[in-house]
């Protein structure tokens, strides 16, 4: 059973940054792609980033680029996303997010099978 357990929401004021991580298990982390997505309210899923294995593939909306940076530390299973330069449109529920399927690195919200809970990240003003 695979599990994500993603930390690191919060409140944070535009300008300013936030670190989320979301801890992987139940499965090899080998092979296999990583990603984060998010979801404001009345809005659907949108893709924010995803790397690659084992970290120098990766892809990123083009509304985070320059801000926001994914990594991942294979030695703990853990991905991470930098937020940088916040701003309140980036307010949503942040998602980790795996695929069934190694070897690839989607962005479509359909292409990942695996989920964690969200964690809430508030942008103000």
Do not use: H
């Not at 893709?47 to 509304?63: D, K, L, M, Q, T």
């Not at 320059?66 to 030695?75: E, K, M, P």
């Amino acid at each position: 059973q695979v599990q994500l357990v993603e930390s690191g929401g919060g409140l944070a004021q535009a300008g300013g940054s936030l670190r989320l991580s979301c801890a992987a298990s139940g499965r090899t982390f080998v092979g296999y792609a990583m990603a984060w997505f998010r979801q404001a309210p009345g809005k659907e899923r949108e893709f924010v980033a995803a790397i690659g294995w084992p970290g120098g593939n990766f892809a990123e909306a083009n509304s985070v680029k320059g801000r926001f940076t994914i990594s991942r530390d294979n030695t703990r299973n853990t991905v991470y996303l930098q937020m940088n330069s916040l701003k309140p449109e980036d307010t949503a529920v942040y998602y980790c997010a795996t695929p069934r399927r190694s070897g690839i690195v989607p962005t479509a919200t359909l292409a990942y099978d695996y989920w964690g809970q969200g964690t809430q990240v508030t942008v103000s003003s």
